[in-house]
């Protein structure tokens, strides 16, 4: 175990796949010289057939990403920010999405498209939104949301791995975020979800750059007598319904925390399944801590109005711990 | 692609100090925003176009109210050129309640609909649509307005510009597409995102089109007004090319996560040399058209203007909270 950087840890499972397989290859507009830091020194080591700038033009990009991959190759598709992941959309709905099913599954389709997302940077409405409930949606994508750096690594390098299209999102406002990673080879599989805390009295869904706040309202929770159990499900798509259920009926109270929109997320649709499966062992209604149905604004009290974080993650907790039928 | 002809100054001294003015204000906006994105005032990114004024000057000084703009991240210059108040986009890019967008929009987005300023953009090339819309409304008003969309290298690179040359040429809109070619993508140069030359692809859809030097205030005012002519008289679009440098980083912090240089400081101080304002302003006193004390005036006046547009945008309140719900639909 080492303590690392989110984005170090991605640049790690960068490396490590690349030599594991020459078929991995980057490109992505100044991938060369890396925004983020993930991609630093890549092109230097390994080349740039492999490591390669593109010119500003997400919309052949996320297409090409898809051609390569059918052709045999391993692409990540860097798209820089999540917004962008719009302007290539066409290719993500209309061709990756669909390819392995309308072909019967003649093709396989290894790509990542990698991007950062997320508010809380005043980097206003175009380059914060959460576009996962998009992609849920369309079926036929995998998408991983990461919250520490050990599972960014394993993730990664499984989805690096996967023969289906992965979609890997970091949040913004993380990719500094340190935490241990395992040493040596250290894979998490797509769709298993983790129990970042343990706890009886209420379930906390969180994903991506909300399981920090998360288990920062959980640590507080606790010194108030209420036991959290915080279920992280590292991907939307496959999501890991077993192990949300298991929690929801053992502590009988749900609560996800989701940084999208409210309407259509990751966390409405858990919460369906939640109250579809898990009815009977439900004493509460679920709660949702979501952004409401706009943009996202620039100015630092707006944006700080409307984004979830541990207070009213833990408000929502305190709500569903104290709710008597009436 | 053709070349400008280069005429003599016949251009009145009263119009030379306006666009000087112009140039001026943009300078010194963008000046401001060095010190105040340095002092940690301003809560999100700011791209700045010093270096690059001529370009939204020329080209905004023939356009009125009702004609139409969109311009790009690096939006300031257009939003000035066009006649938007700089105290307005300052009050917004500190993100205050009484900005131009009352703070929810910020450096990218700063738009004057009133002046027919359609919004800087964060989405590269994400204006093209705009404008050509705009340019179809104003083609269907038949008052002859036109629309212009500013756009930069990298963004020629975007599908989207080819699509709306076709749509534009075809319906014979009346559209300017003005690229600002700084001569980078961000921090990839100009030969390693761009085949060609930019000004070289308006003819595949046969859009008149042109390549110019950027820096040249005169030059840039006069291709100009032959485009929004023949845009007015329903002659459709043209692509104008404009050559250019950024004086500053792509974005005002990218020393603080940038590992390594991405252009020489040779370059940059050979692109100096050939900064458009003195370089305007030289040609002015010299060759006698405008008077230096005449000038300074101007300076001391646009300096003004900054100055109590930063008092303006500090002293302005934050937005209540509660307005993040509000102007969703
Ligand atoms: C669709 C999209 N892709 C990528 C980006 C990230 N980005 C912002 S500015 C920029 C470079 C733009 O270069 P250019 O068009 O030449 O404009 P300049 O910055 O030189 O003014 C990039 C890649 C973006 N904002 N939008
Ligand atoms: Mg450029």
């Known amino acids: 175990m080492a303590r690392k950087r989110l984005m170090h840890a991605i640049h790690e499972a960068f490396v490590e796949e690349m030599e594991r397989d020459e078929r991995v290859v980057i490109f992505g507009e100044d991938v060369e010289i890396s925004l983020f830091g993930d991609t630093a020194g890549l092109a230097d080591r390994f080349g740039q057939m492999r490591v390669r700038n593109t010119p500003i033009c997400e919309n052949v990009m996320t297409g090409m990403a898809a051609g390569a991959a059918a052709a045999g190759y391993r692409p990540v598709c860097h798209l820089m920010f999540g917004n962008f992941i719009y302007t290539g959309f066409d290719a993500i709905a209309n061709q990756v999405s669909k390819l392995r099913y309308m072909t019967a599954g003649q093709i396989k389709l290894p790509l990542v498209y990698f991007a950062v997302y997320g508010g809380g940077r005043s980097a206003s409405a175009q380059h914060s939104d959460v576009m996962y409930p998009a992609l849920m949606n369309l079926g036929g994508i995998k998408v991983a949301v990461p919250g520490t750096p050990a599972d960014a690594k394993g993730l990664l390098k499984s989805a690096i791995r996967d023969d289906s299209p992965v979609v890997f999102l970091i949040t913004g406002g993380r990719t500094g975020a340190a935490g241990e990673v395992p040493d040596g080879e250290h894979l998490v599989p797509l769709g298993e979800a983790d129990i970042k805390h343990e706890g009886t009295d209420v379930t906390l869904v969180a994903m991506s750059g909300m399981v920090a706040p998360a288990l920062v309202a959980a640590q507080e929770l606790a010194k108030e007598g209420v036991s959290v159990e915080l279920v992280d499900p590292r991907c939307v798509v496959p999501l890991d319904e077993d192990a949300i259920l298991r929690s929801v009926c053992k502590t009988g109270r749900l609560v996800i925390v989701d940084e999208a929109r409210d309407m259509c997320s990751a966390a409405s649709h858990i919460s369906a399944i939640a109250a579809d499966k898990a009815f009977e062992s439900l004493k509460a209604p679920i709660r949702r801590v979501t952004v409401p149905d706009v943009a996202i604004p620039y100015a630092p009290v707006l944006e700080k109005h409307i984004l979830p974080n541990k207070d009213t993650i833990a408000e929502a907790v305190r709500a569903v711990v104290n709710y008597r039928k009436q | ?252 912090y990218e020393d603080t996560f940038l590992t390594k240089p991405y252009r020489s400081e040779e370059e940059v101080e050979a692109w100096k040399a050939k900064d458009p304002l003195p370089r305007f302003r030289d040609y002015l006193v010299s060759g006698e058209l405008v008077p230096s004390e005449d000038l300074d005036a101007i300076d001391a006046d646009t300096a003004s203007i900054i100055r109590n547009a930063a008092d303006f945008a500090r002293n302005s309140p934050w937005p209540e909270p509660g307005d993040a719900l509000k102007h969703m639909f």
């Open chain 2, 1 to 252: 692609m053709t070349k400008p002809r280069t005429e003599g100054a016949n251009l009145p001294a009263d119009k030379l100090a306006e666009l000087y003015r112009t140039m001026r204000l943009i300078r010194d906006f963008e000046e401001s925003m060095i010190k105040f994105q340095k002092a940690g005032e301003l809560p999100g990114p700011v791209h700045l176009c010093i270096g690059q004024e001529a370009v939204a000057t020329g080209i905004c000084d023939h356009l009125d109210d009702t004609d139409y703009i969109a311009s790009t991240h690096r939006g300031h210059g257009h939003f000035i050129a066009k006649g938007g108040d700089p105290a307005l986009m300052m009050a917004e890019v500190f993100g205050r309640v009484d900005g131009i967008c009352q703070g929810k929009g910020g450096s990218m987005h700063a738009a004057d609909f009133s002046k027919g300023i359609l919004g800087a953009n964060g989405i590269v090339a994400g204006g093209v649509g705009l404008a050509t819309g705009a340019a179809y409304a104003c083609q269907l008003a038949g008052k002859g307005q036109v629309s212009v969309v500013f756009f930069g290298d990298g963004a020629a690179a975007q599908g989207v510009i080819s699509e709306a040359l076709n749509v534009a040429s075809l319906w014979k809109l009346p559209l300017l597409l003005v690229c600002e070619n700084n001569g980078y993508s961000e921090f990839s140069p100009y030969n390693t995102v761009n085949a060609g030359e930019i000004a070289d692809r308006g003819a595949a859809f046969k859009v008149p089109s042109i390549q110019v030097d950027g820096n040249d205030m005169v030059t840039m005012w006069r291709t100009a007004r032959t485009a929004v002519e023949r845009a007015r008289a329903g002659e459709g679009p043209t692509l104008i090319e404009a050559q250019t440098y950024r004086h500053r980083g792509h974005v005002e």
